[in-house]
C-alpha cells in the first residue's frame, strides 16, 4: 500500500523499441479498424475436428485446451496497470521530497513528525477508496471505475503543487491514498478476469512491476528537478491512465456476463482471445461460474458463510499484512533517509537509483517465473531471503549504535537492502496482488477485495506512521529486527496457509478453496492416457 506469447517481453517496453512500435500499431488499429491489415493470426488455434475425438482403439483422446491470441490481453492489462504506475509515483515521492521539506529554504514548513502523517496518510485513504471502488465495480463495471480514478490522482497531485501549508499536503495524500484504495481493489480484478490462465499470473504481476516503475521513475528524477516540477511530472501520468483506459482496454466479460450481457461478453472475448477462437467452451465455464454464484446474494452475511472467500480472505489478507509489517513501504518512502544514515559508502540518491533498478528487473523476473515456478515456492523463497537481509541490516546498524566502526563494511546497507528488496520484487511484491485477481468468486470479489484493503490499510498505516517512534525509542537496529521477525512469520504462514493457484482456471481454484475434491476418475483416466502415449 499495484499489470503463447506474442507480445511476452512488452513489460520491458523502455528497453525494446520494436514492442513499442508493436503497441502502438495496436492501438491505432483498436481505434481505426478498418485500417487494420488482414492477417493470419499468429496464436489462435482452430477447434480439433469433431472427427478425431476417439483414437484408433476407441478410447477418447485428451482434451486440449485452446489458447488464444495474446496480444490485446498483453494490451488492455498494460493499459490499466499505469493506474499502479501512478501509484508507485505517490509511493516514493516522500523519498526525495521530504529533503526538500524538511531544508531551511522550504516554503512549507514541516516537522519530521508532521513528515510521518504526510507519509502515512496515504493508508488512511485507502480505506476510504477501497470498499467504494470494489462495490462500484460490481455495479456499474470495472472499466468505469477505474477510469474515474484518475479524476482524484490528477486533484491530489494539483493540491501538492499549490500547497501553501501541510494541512494541504495532508488532504493531497488522503486523496492519493484512496485512488490507491481504489486501484488495489479494482485493478488485480479486472486483468484476473480478461486473462486466460496460462498467462494470468504474468499479467496480475504486472501490477507490481508498474508500481516499481514509478517507484524508479520518482528515485531518478527526483534529485534533480525541484518540488515544484517533481509534482508536476507525476501529475501527468494519470492524464495519459486516463486516456488508454478510455480507449484500448474493453469491460470484464466476467462482469458483462454477470450482469446479463451474454453477447457484449461473447464480444469481449472475442476481442480479447483474437477471432479465430472458439469461446463457446469458455463462456460455458463462465455461466456455470456465475450460475453457481447466483446461489448467493453477495451480502455480508452470505460472504462470511462461504468457506471459500473466507479462506481466500485469510489468505489475501495474511499476505498483505506480512507485505507491509516486512517494512517494505518504510523503505520506500525513507529510502534517501536509511542510506544517509547508514553512512554507505555510495551516495544515498544513487543507492536509492539502485534500489528501485533491483526493484523493476526482479518484479519483471517474477512475472515470467509466476506461472512456470508457481506462487508458493516465490513466496517462500522471497520472505526467507528479506528475513535474512533484515537480520544482517539490524545486526550492522545495532554494531554502529553501539560505537562499533563499522567503516570496513559499510556497503552491508546497500548490499542487504539490494538483496531484500530484489527477493521482494520476486514473491512477496507481485504475487499478492496476482492473487487477489484469482482467490475471489465473483459475487463476493467487489466487497471482500474492499474490506480485505480496509484492514491490509489500517495495519500499512500503523506500521509507516510507528516507525519513527520506533526510531526514537528503539533506534534502527532493533527496528529492523522487528521487521526480520514478521518476515519469519510470513514465511510459515505462507508454508501452511497458501494454496497453490498455478495453471489452475478461477472455478477450480474456488472448488479447491470450498473443499471441493477433484474425482478420481479423472487422475485415472490422465494417467492412462499417459501410459498409452508412453508406449505408443
Not at 484408433?56 to 490481453?73: D, H, N, T, V, W
Not at 483506459?245 to 451474454?262: A, D, F, N
Not at 514473491?427 to 496476482?434: A, H, K, L, N, S
Request: hydrophobic fraction near 45%; glycine fraction near 8%; charge should be positive.
Amino acid at each position: 500500500m499495484a499489470i503463447g506469447n506474442s507480445y511476452p517481453h512488452v513489460g520491458t517496453i523502455s528497453v525494446s523499441p520494436h514492442l513499442i512500435v508493436q503497441w502502438v500499431i495496436e492501438i491505432v488499429c483498436i481505434i481505426l479498424p478498418d485500417s487494420r491489415p488482414v492477417n493470419k493470426p499468429l496464436l489462435a488455434l482452430s477447434p480439433p475436428p469433431k472427427n478425431d475425438t476417439t483414437a484408433a482403439g476407441g478410447s477418447a483422446l485428451p482434451a486440449i485446451r485452446q489458447e488464444g491470441k495474446k496480444f490485446r490481453q498483453y494490451a488492455s492489462a498494460l493499459s490499466a496497470t499505469v493506474g499502479p504506475f501512478a501509484v508507485g509515483t505517490v509511493l516514493a515521492w516522500m523519498s526525495p521530497a521530504m529533503p526538500m521539506l524538511l531544508s531551511p529554504t522550504s516554503k512549507i514548513k514541516v516537522t519530521p513528525n508532521q513528515g510521518s502523517w504526510v507519509g502515512s496518510l496515504i493508508a488512511i485513504g485507502a480505506i476510504f477508496g477501497s470498499i467504494p471502488a470494489g462495490k462500484c465495480a460490481d455495479i456499474f463495471g470495472r472499466k468505469p471505475v477505474i477510469l474515474c480514478l484518475t479524476i482524484p490522482f490528477i486533484t491530489s497531485w494539483t493540491i501538492i503543487y499549490f500547497a501553501t501549508d501541510v494541512w494541504m499536503l495532508y488532504v493531497a495524500r488522503l486523496i492519493a491514498g484512496s485512488c490507491l484504495g481504489g486501484i488495489t481493489a479494482t485493478v488485480p480484478m479486472y486483468i484476473g478476469e480478461i486473462a486466460e490462465s496460462s498467462i494470468r499470473g504474468e499479467l496480475c504481476s504486472y501490477v507490481q512491476l508498474n508500481v516499481t516503475l514509478g517507484i524508479l521513475y520518482v528515485y531518478a528524477i527526483g534529485p534533480f528537478v525541484n518540488y515544484y516540477s517533481l509534482a508536476i511530472m507525476c501529475g501527468i501520468l494519470p492524464l495519459i491512465w486516463f486516456v488508454l483506459v478510455l480507449l484500448v482496454i474493453p469491460e470484464s466479460p466476467t462482469y458483462l456476463l454477470k450482469r446479463g450481457r451474454k453477447e457484449d461478453a461473447e464480444k469481449a472475448l472475442v476481442w480479447l482471445r483474437g477471432k479465430d477462437y472458439d469461446i463457446a467452451s469458455e463462456m460455458e465455464t463462465l455461466q456455470v461460474h456465475i450460475e453457481e454464484s447466483k446461489k448467493h446474494t453477495g451480502k455480508f452475511k452470505d460472504m462470511i458463510s462461504s468457506r471459500a472467500t473466507i479462506r481466500a480472505a485469510i489468505t489475501v489478507l495474511g499476505l498483505l499484512n506480512f507485505l507491509s509489517c516486512s517494512g517494505i513501504n518504510v523503505l520506500i518512502f525513507y529510502a534517501q533517509s536509511i542510506f544517509e544514515t547508514s553512512n554507505c559508502s555510495v551516495s544515498p540518491k544513487l543507492c536509492s537509483v539502485i534500489i528501485g533498478i533491483l526493484q523493476v528487473i526482479f518484479t519483471f523476473a517474477s512475472s515470467q517465473l509466476v506461472d512456470r515456478a508457481g506462487r508458493r515456492v516465490l513466496l517462500l523463497i522471497s520472505d526467507s531471503v528479506m528475513a535474512i537481509c533484515l537480520g544482517t541490516l539490524a545486526y550492522y546498524f545495532w554494531l554502529q549504535e553501539h560505537g562499533v566502526d563499522v567503516s570496513s563494511f559499510n556497503l552491508i546497507p546497500l548490499i542487504s537492502l539490494g538483496v531484500y528488496i530484489s527477493t521482494f520484487a520476486l514473491g512477496f511484491g507481485p504475487i499478492p496482488g496476482v492473487m487477489i485477481g484469482e482467490l475471489f468468486s465473483p459475487e463476493f470479489k467487489g466487497l471482500a477485495i474492499g474490506i480485505v484493503c480496509v484492514l491490509a490499510s489500517l495495519i500499512e498505516f500503523c506500521v509507516v506512521k510507528t516507525y519513527q517512534t520506533l526510531l526514537n525509542y528503539c533506534d534502527h537496529g532493533i527496528t529492523f529486527a522487528i521487521f526480520a521477525g514478521f518476515c519469519v512469520l510470513g514465511t510459515t504462514f505462507v508454508w501452511f496457509l497458501v494454496p497453490e493457484t498455478k495453471n489452475k482456471s478461477l472455478q477450480e481454484i474456488q472448488d479447491e478453496l470450498s473443499g471441493k475434491k477433484k474425482p478420481k476418475t479423472d487422475q485415472k483416466s490422465q494417467n492412462a492416457t499417459g501410459s498409452q502415449s508412453a508406449s505408443a
